[in-house]
């Protein structure tokens, strides 16, 4: 008899203890709905539309659209502007990442060390970061006026002819480079100081007992363990790098009399062929490849890190 | 009794349903007549901006029922907005614009075309120039929009500098224009270039600097695009004449050096006295107001080469088709192309009206250099945009390749580099017009 009790009872507890668990997994997925339908409706829905339109004619002024199979992305690989784009992205991206990764590192190990004027440090490395982007390329777009720019200015002192930063292609595209790596360099040193802070001190301790010092504690310790947030700086700054927009636009082409498109990169070429000349279907096919070019980068990185880890 | 009641109650309700609904109309018909309206209005000339706003207040002292509301934006900003609003009927009642990106709109049939009493107005002759009124007319041969302001072109040409380099006058042809530009021009102790002789625009976004090409290529005999008897059309530069004003531009940066690409350019080159002469429209002379106003300068008609002529770039006004009030929408149109609103517009912001007929001799006796903006003569023509849908996108990948040959060094001397700039150019312009079934094979 007491035996079954024992069963009813722990019956009844399983019961409810199943009933609670039910509640509690039904009061999760209610508070996620509105942010999942959000993210389904802004996110997941535009992504499988513009796979959709990328294989039609689709034209931003006409509701007709046709089915053309993949005549957009052979036109793509004979569209000159597009190519050029392209390479103009991926130079961009790589010496954005390569910059902005090696010297958020530096400046990280810099500021490990705290002083009285590490948060004074600290505030002024990330303040590029929290400025918005537009007034940021527009004063940079001043430094670098070729008549008036504080760029050229410090370069006549040492006796060098004015450049046209924002003129020349080949110079325009690394001007903006080392605007982007000014403004993100500050994101990435503090990412990578948190990480710095978070290894644990015995590590170094028993590093140091058995005989390393300097460089051989950041090759065999900081290094390894700092893998996890070195991916994720890679992989977000080569995302951001490839979706670079408003400071190529600020500075080479938004306004009458600006240099034109000395440097065209993807999301420019992608935003002029859907807005400008209404070709949805032509434009969602670059947004295609950008996304595969950017997820196959992300899965490489992933795969490159966790094999060294 | 009760059956006279029961009529009288019969009678009543059958005599309130005819009433009733006929003091509803009164009603109606009275509220339409003073019902409030309100417009809205988009520009893409954030300088119109005020007169839009004082015409719509004189407007509204007229009819207290309406009240207009006005927005302007950057030029290139605005064009992604109609993009963006017109194919979702989400742009404003009235809307400025050039007819040439509008075209795609016309032709998807996402503006209606113009009430028969605008058109009236609009095709009455001597009204408006005839380039620009066909170039209202959409493929079907309707009328859409009406005309309001003009951008017509004339060379800008700074009296001082030009009495410093001994010159008599503004240039009257291109060869006059090739070789003041080289006197003009003047250079610091290190050689670098201070002052161009003839601004040209070398770079900026959008199709600007194609359509710049175009002012100097339509007197050396070419143009952008060609219509041909079958009603196709061709690049019309990749020819002598496309030869020929690439050389110019090539020859004035590299071998002559009148320009450069490190110094300013256009208006405020001119304002800030960095370029003796350039060609723009009337705007600069409201501009050079504001900011320059001791500048000694004057206007003179563009130069003569083996034809000759001058760019008009109309601006119309539209109604969309989600405006609920279009009636009112056209009356205000009609309004602002008043004589006494005209010359406000021409007063302030120095924009040219369309308007032939109109009486501006007050603002042309303020202002004596708008009258080269005027200047009529029987072989000076007047052209203006094609209506084509994939005009827009014509002339700005050919603007692209040029600011690219334009920093290209190596073509000067180079016949066959400047040949096959102009080659490569023209074989992208064809295959847009082939991809809209519009090229002449």
């Known amino acids: 008899m007491g035996g079954g009790n024992r069963e009813g009872r722990a019956m009844v507890e399983k019961k409810r203890t199943w009933s609670l668990e039910r509640k509690r997994r039904t009061f999760c997925y209610l508070a996620l709905l509105p942010i999942l339908s959000i993210f389904l409706i802004i996110r997941v829905i535009p992504i499988i539309r513009t796979f959709a339109l990328s294989v039609t004619d ?49 400046l990280s190990l810099l500021m490990y060390r705290k002083s009285t004027l590490s948060p004074l440090y600290e505030t002024i490395y990330f303040f590029p970061v929290i400025t918005p982007m537009v007034p940021v390329a527009i004063i940079w777009k001043w430094i670098y006026d070729p008549s008036y720019g504080l760029m050229n200015y410090i370069l006549f ?34 990412i990578f100081l948190v990480g710095l802070r978070n290894i644990p001190s015995m590590y170094y301790e028993a590093a140091r007992i058995d005989g390393a010092m300097g460089f051989g504690l950041f090759r065999y310790i900081t290094f390894p363990l700092l893998k996890p947030i070195l991916l994720f700086i890679i992989v977000v700054t080569t995302i951001n790098s490839y979706n670079v927009f408003t400071q190529v636009y600020v500075m080479t082409t938004g306004l009458q009399g600006a240099p034109g498109n000395t440097v065209r990169v993807l999301v420019y ?12 279907g032509y434009a969602s096919a670059e947004a295609v490849i950008l996304f595969l070019i950017i997820l196959l980068l992300t899965l490489a990185q992933f795969k490159i890190v966790k094999s060294e880890a | 009794m009760k059956q006279v009641i029961k009529v009288v109650l019969v009678v009543g309700f059958i005599l309130s349903l005819t009433i009733l609904p006929l003091s509803a109309g009164g009603k109606t018909e009275k509220s339409q007549a003073t019902q409030q309206i309100t417009l809205t209005l988009w520009g893409g000339w954030p300088e119109i901006q005020p007169v839009y706003e004082k015409v719509a207040a004189d407007y509204n002292k007229q009819n207290p029922n309406i009240t207009i509301k006005v927005l302007t934006h950057p ?15 989400q742009a404003s009642d009235i809307i400025e614009a050039s007819p040439y990106p509008v075209q795609k709109f016309i032709s998807a049939g996402l503006i209606p075309p113009a009430p028969q009493r605008v058109v009236d107005y609009m095709t009455k002759p001597g009204r408006f120039p005839e380039a620009l009124v066909k170039a209202n007319k959409g493929p079907d041969g ?35 224009m090739i070789s003041y530009a080289q006197k003009l021009a003047k250079r610091d102790a290190q050689g670098n270039l201070v002052r161009s002789g003839l601004s040209l625009r070398l770079s900026g976004g959008g199709s600007g600097v194609g359509e710049k090409f175009w002012m100097y290529l339509y007197p050396f005999g070419g143009s952008i695009i060609e219509e041909m008897p079958n009603g196709k059309w061709k690049a019309g530069y990749d020819n002598e004449a496309g030869y020929n004003t690439l050389k110019m531009y090539i020859d004035m940066v590299w071998k002559y050096k009148t320009d450069d690409h490190k110094i300013k ?15 723009r429209e009337s ?38 088709r989600s405006c609920k009030n279009p009636d009112a929408a056209w009356d205000f149109i009609l309004f602002l192309n008043t004589d006494e609103n005209l010359r406000y517009l021409l007063d302030t912001t120095g924009w040219l009206p369309q308007r032939m007929d109109a009486d501006l001799k007050a603002s042309l006796d303020k202002e004596p250099r708008y009258k080269a903006f005027l200047f009529s003569h029987p072989d000076y023509k007047i052209y203006t945009y094609p209506t084509l849908p994939e005009y827009d996108e014509i002339l700005t990948k050919f603007a692209e390749r040029m600011v690219k040959a334009f920093l290209d060094s190596s073509l000067v001397d180079n016949p066959a580099g400047i040949r096959k700039v102009l080659s490569d150019a023209a074989a992208e312009t064809n295959s847009i017009l082939k991809r809209a079934g519009k090229l002449a094979e």
């Not at chain 2, 010159?167 to 006059?176: F, H, S, V, W």
């Not at chain 2, 256009?266 to 304002?271: R, V």
């Open chain 1, 58 to 106: 689709a034209s931003l002024i006409s509701l007709k659209s046709n089915y053309i199979g993949l005549d957009n992305f052979k036109n793509l690989l004979s569209d000159d502007l597009f190519l050029l784009a392209l390479k103009n992205t991926t130079l961009f991206a790589f010496a954005t990442v390569a910059l902005s990764v090696s010297m958020g590192l530096l």
């Open chain 1, 157 to 190: 002192w040492f006796g060098i002819k004015p450049i046209g930063w924002l003129v020349y292609p080949d110079i325009a595209l690394w001007a903006i480079v080392i605007l982007s790596v000014w403004k993100v360099v500050g994101y990435n040193m503090m």
């Open chain 1, 269 to 280: 070429d992608i935003w002029e062929n859907a807005f400008r000349y209404s070709r949805m």
């Open chain 2, 75 to 89: 030029l290139r900003e605005f064009e992604q907005k109609l993009s963006a609003t017109i194919p979702a009927d």
């Open chain 2, 142 to 176: 309707k009328y859409y929009g009406l005309n309001y302001f003009q951008g017509r072109h004339v060379i800008f040409w700074n009296k001082d500098m030009f009495k410093e380099a001994g010159l008599p006058g503004a240039p009257t042809t291109m060869d006059e």
């Open chain 2, 265 to 279: 350019h256009d208006a405020e080159a001119f304002q800030l006295r960095q370029t003796a002469m350039f060609a």
């Open chain 2, 283 to 320: 705007w600069v002379i409201g501009d050079t107001r504001k900011k320059a106003p001791d500048l000694n300068y004057d206007t003179a008609p563009m130069p003569k080469g083996v034809r000759w002529g001058d760019l008009a770039t109309g601006v119309n006004l539209y109604v969309s």
